[in-house]
């Protein structure tokens, strides 16, 4: 029974009598009234709340956790936060006793998956490769993600806003973004843009195979895969391109740290922004509208100086998100 | 509002997931977004944009290298308006920018990845010598002006400036064999990965050719060389390099067993710091070692009647022994702010050189250098950029140097940008010209008897040791002074596809130092008693000429897709010179006017056809010139070691098969299509062209370096 109530107040309705009541009503009324009373500590000591939980001592994950913990203080909702760290003994807590779980990241969800049975179950920080893999393993129908990944479409858009003309886009595909590939393609298709694909199965082909896809595009879209566009692979990624004028379109604020020319990424007030309209509606209506959600407000970033030295005269960022919510909107 | 305790690890709940590996990369997925990255394109990293370049600037990228088909750096500089090439002989190529160079390049200067290669013994780049694979190199950058206010003292006519690529754009295996004229058999393997966060990349090869025809020039060289990159986290990263090459090379006479053997080493090792997105400070450490033992030849002395003794004959071989030794270090601070953008930095050295006979101290000489510098970009408004840049330098040869540059730019907008600029620079006497003294000596002995008669010691100057000097440095030089000015013009046409440069420039050298023939040798005993001369003489070095060169230089470079690009040179020079020292040697004058054409040109056409079949072709075109170092000053003085205006013609073809991810490369170069020539030795032919005219001096080498028609096939095997 999900008793959860806004604000954690029990609304207990005490019936008004007009009248003397008859001992043995009494005695009843004082039965039920303890009664309620024992449901009411049960439901207290089951400790029925929004459950925020971690597995990720990532800065941004934690950033992320640590505002939506204030977003729900000011909204005055009850809520617990537990971080779950590796090599410990099972769970020490009852999962499906919370009413709503905010699971933060992939490997948190799987978790959650795995030891609750019914309580609902709201992911975020979650890519799409993860969700898919996810959504294999478990058939969850109270469970709904917010995904790191921006649509496809929203990243060609930003490449039109970069560029005055149409620009050869090129990428490279692992094994686990090839599933998407067919999207992607229909993306490009349908904004009128030419895109070449490249596929590797591991690491150690993406250097011969970038240096041939550079030779023919004019810009590099780097998708997440594990496999192809990671922390250690970005140095070759960003160096091979940069030597060769191209353009590296990244997918978070790091990238365009570490060299790309521009990002779409979503910021964790955006992100926190979403989750909180997201099961805010969950907690009126007790069920999700939707299984999978995009990032609906993102953020541009660009790399002035990277750009400033291939020849790119940019647009101001807010500019560039200006032109890309005017194509979304046109659609 | 219930709080319930808030702490982050408030529990360790289990994670029998980790295990899982899908679950890994699904997590790793996540990294990708999540992850701090370390800033790959720094500021040190990013080339600046031509059309804000505050001095002219060529840049040889590696399309241009790979299309050129050259086995030697100094080729890929036949692309660079205003340098001028030459092959002193077939091992030793020489590269200067504007003349004024004999067969040391002692005029320009030369940066590996940062590292000054110039040999602080003899002077001069030693081309042959750096252990530095063309295949390893991602960019040539040149400098073309002095860029002592960045680059430090003998940045004097012009700096070139080598980028080798991070490991890890060479990952896997790859295998080269390259096989041609002149006996050439040149080998590679070169082999990179990844472990982690550190890329690595190791290059072994081994060079070798006949040289020249007439020459006694052959190369047969070894090498070893590799590069860490090591990217600590996210704010630090690490690069280290090393190479050691033994070269064993014909010296260029054609005397059996005229030869040198060169061992050259390095160590660089440089630490990245980024403090803050606009912030970042690093720090160098380089060694260099090069050791070339030269034997020059075998002086056969029989025995020689003196009055009523005889003095036993000898026999001595002739060597030049000279081990130079560098030790490097560099602190830098990047600024790299919206509108100021600023490098500093303190740099520390230390010049070891060893050697006998050659110096007028035997053994070990050292040569400190202390450096603090500044430069940087003002943007004043969107238009205009204001560049300035100095560099205060003392050294234990010359003292205190001040080198300072300062350039305005103005960007009339996208398409038209316009610079003008005016720099100073410097050039360190190296050892050999501050305290050469070069000569052979032998202990006499007389009769058999093992010892030398007094008498004739006597007669020698009361010593039983004959010596012959043939340079003996007077010392106190002083730096030698450049200072140029120059009108530039970026032009940036058809989309960006077609970017014009025109440069026009006047730069004023002072205190250039020439040899003085004659001077008084005070420990040679050779000349008056066997020498037949009435006094000891020997070559001296003294500050003695200036110069004065005007001209033009204008390139483009035409990018009509991916697969088409033209790129193209002119360059026009007048060099007027003075002496000022009257004891210098008078057709030196000329030997500095005529020290580069006052035309030449060059074009290279690239195409990239379908089915992964590559062509490309380079013309060059140069005018008459001859090298400072032209010998003697008889009937055929401007013959030898002179450049006749010639034409150069090079064709490459290069094929590529790809099977998965396994490549085949085979590549055909054809050079000297048009004609042969000679690019610096040039020998005196008879009317016909082919009967070597033998120089009655044999001082005089009386042969050429040829440079004819050649090709050469090289097969490429990449693999994982």
């Known amino acids: 029974m999900n008793v959860f109530h806004v604000n954690n107040r029990r609304l207990i309705h005490t019936p008004i009598c007009t009248y003397q009541p008859h001992i043995l009503y009494r005695v009843v009324f004082l039965l039920l009234f303890l009664l309620c009373c024992l449901v009411a500590q049960s439901a207290f000591a089951d400790n029925k709340t929004i459950l925020i939980i971690s597995a990720s001592n990532n800065t941004f994950t934690k950033s992320i956790a640590a505002s939506i913990a204030r977003t729900l203080d000011e909204h005055k909702f009850s809520y617990t936060e537990k971080y779950i760290a590796a090599d410990t003994n099972p769970p020490d807590i009852d999962l499906d006793q919370h009413s709503l779980i905010i699971a933060l990241n992939s490997k948190t969800t799987d978790f959650v998956l795995q030891h609750s049975k019914k309580a609902p179950v709201f992911s975020l920080l979650v890519s799409q490769q993860s969700y898919e893999i996810l959504k294999q393993k478990y058939n969850r129908k109270n469970w709904s993600t917010l995904l790191l990944d921006q649509p496809y479409q929203r990243h060609l858009f930003l490449i039109d806003a970069l560029f005055d003309k149409k620009h050869k886009i090129g990428t490279i595909l692992g094994p686990y973004s090839l599933k998407q590939k067919n999207s992607l393609i229909d993306s490009a298709s349908g904004n009128q843009q030419s895109l070449s694909i490249e596929n590797i199965e591991i690491t150690d082909q993406l250097i011969s195979t970038l240096k041939d896809l550079i030779n023919k595009t004019d810009v590099l879209l780097a998708v997440p895969d594990p496999v192809a566009f990671n922390k250690n692979t970005i140095r070759g990624i960003l160096l091979l391109t940069y030597r060769k004028g191209i ?30 309209n997201i099961i805010s509606l969950f907690l009126k209506s007790d069920h999700f509208t939707q299984a999978l959600y995009h990032p609906d407000d993102f953020s541009v970033a660009t790399n002035n100086n990277v750009a400033h030295t291939l020849g790119i005269k940019l647009k101001p960022e807010n500019k560039l998100k200006q032109l890309i919510k005017i194509k979304e909107d046109a659609k | 509002m219930i709080r319930l305790p808030h702490v982050a690890l408030i529990a360790l709940l289990p994670l029998e997931l980790l295990a899982n590996p899908e679950l890994d990369d699904m997590f790793s997925a996540e990294d990708a977004f999540l992850d701090e990255l370390p800033v790959i394109l720094s500021a040190t990293r990013l080339t600046q944009p031509l059309n804000e370049s505050p001095v002219a600037m060529t840049v040889i990228d590696r399309e241009m290298i790979d299309a050129s088909g050259a086995r030697t750096i100094p080729d890929l500089l036949r692309l660079v308006p205003g340098f001028q090439v030459g092959y002193y002989d077939g091992n030793s190529p020489v590269a200067t920018y504007h003349g004024h160079s004999n067969e040391h390049s002692k005029r320009v200067q030369v940066m590996v990845d940062g590292r000054s290669v110039y040999v602080p013994s003899l002077a001069g780049i030693p081309w042959q010598d750096m252990v530095v694979s063309v295949d390893d190199i991602d960019r040539i950058e040149v400098t073309r002006g002095p860029n002592a206010s960045t680059y430090g003292n003998n940045s004097f006519s012009g700096v070139v ?69 090591y990217q600590i986290d996210t704010d630090n990263h690490l690069s280290y390099q090393g190479g050691l090459k033994d070269i064993l090379k014909g010296d260029h006479e054609p005397v059996p067993d005229h030869e040198i053997d060169v061992a050259y080493a390095f160590q660089w090792l440089k630490w990245e710091h980024q403090i803050s997105d606009k912030q970042s400070l690093s720090l160098q450490y380089y060694y260099n070692y090069h050791d070339q033992k030269e034997f020059i030849k075998t002086v056969t002395i029989p025995d020689t009647p003196f009055g009523p003794f005889t003095i036993d004959g000898f026999s001595l071989d002739s060597t030049l022994n000279i081990k130079s030794e560098r030790h490097d270090l560099e602190f830098n601070h990047h600024y790299d702010g919206d509108i100021l953008r600023l490098v500093s930095g303190l740099s520390a050295r230390l010049d070891i050189v060893d050697a006998n006979d050659v110096f007028d101290e035997d053994g070990e000489q050292h040569n400190n250098l202390y450096r603090a510098f500044t430069h940087g970009e003002y943007t004043i408004t969107d238009s205009w950029l204001f560049n300035a840049g100095l560099m205060i330098e003392n050294n234990d040869i010359s003292g205190t140097d001040v080198s300072p540059r300062v350039a305005v730019i103005h960007k009339l907008n996208d398409k038209h940008s316009f610079r003008i600029g005016a720099s100073r620079a410097t050039r360190t006497p190296v050892l050999w010209e501050e305290h050469a003294n070069y000569r052979l000596s032998q202990t006499l002995t007389n009769d058999g008897t093992g010892t030398l008669d007094p008498a004739i010691q006597t007669f020698l100057g009361g010593t039983d040791v004959l010596t012959n000097q043939f340079v003996i440095s007077s010392g106190n030089l002083e730096s030698e002074e450049i200072t140029s000015y120059e009108l530039g013009y970026i032009a940036q046409l058809l989309n960006k596809k077609l970017t014009l440069d025109f440069k026009l420039f006047k730069d004023e050298t002072d205190n250039l130092i020439g040899v003085v023939e004659d001077v008084f040798a005070p420990d040679d005993n050779y000349d008056v008693a066997f020498g037949g001369e009435s006094s000891p003489i020997a070559d001296d070095w003294q500050n003695s000429f200036r110069t004065e060169m005007e001209g033009l230089e204008t390139s483009f470079n035409y990018q009509h897709s991916k697969d088409f690009r033209v790129y193209g040179y002119y360059a026009y020079i007048d060099i007027q010179a003075e002496m000022f020292n009257p004891l210098a040697r008078t057709h030196d004058i000329r030997r500095f006017t005529v020290s580069a054409p006052t035309n030449s040109y060059g074009l290279m056409l690239i195409k990239h056809w379908q089915n992964n079949l590559h062509t490309s072709l380079s013309y060059f075109r140069v005018g008459d010139m001859d090298w400072m170092d032209r010998t ?23 094929k590529i098969y790809k099977y998965g991810t396994e490549k085949l490369k085979i590549s055909l170069t054809l050079q000297n299509l048009i004609e042969d020539f000679y690019d610096y030795n040039k020998t005196r032919y008879e009317a016909d062209n082919t009967t070597v005219y033998f120089s009655p001096d044999s001082s005089i080498s009386p042969y050429g370096s040829l440079q004819d028609t050649r090709a050469y096939l090289e097969l490429t095997y990449l693999f994982n």
């Open chain 2, 161 to 229: 400036n080598i980028f080798t690529r991070h490991a890890i754009e060479d990952q896997g295996h790859k295998i080269t064999a390259i096989t041609g004229s002149k006996d050439t058999t040149d080998a590679y393997y070169r082999f990179g990965s990844q472990l982690g966060n550190l890329d690595y990349r190791v290059t072994v090869g081994t060079k070798n050719d006949d040289g020249t025809d007439f020459l006694n020039d052959y190369t047969e060289a070894d090498y070893l060389s590799y590069r860490l990159d």
């Open chain 2, 632 to 654: 003697g000053s008889t009937g055929f003085d401007y013959e030898d070691r002179s450049a006749q205006a010639y034409n150069k013609l090079d064709l490459n073809i290069s």
């Open chain 1, 247 to 276: 353009p590296v379109i990244g997918f978070s604020k790091s990238y365009v740290k570490a060299g790309a020319v521009a990002a779409i990424y979503s910021e964790a007030e955006q992100i926190t922004r979403q989750t909180f």
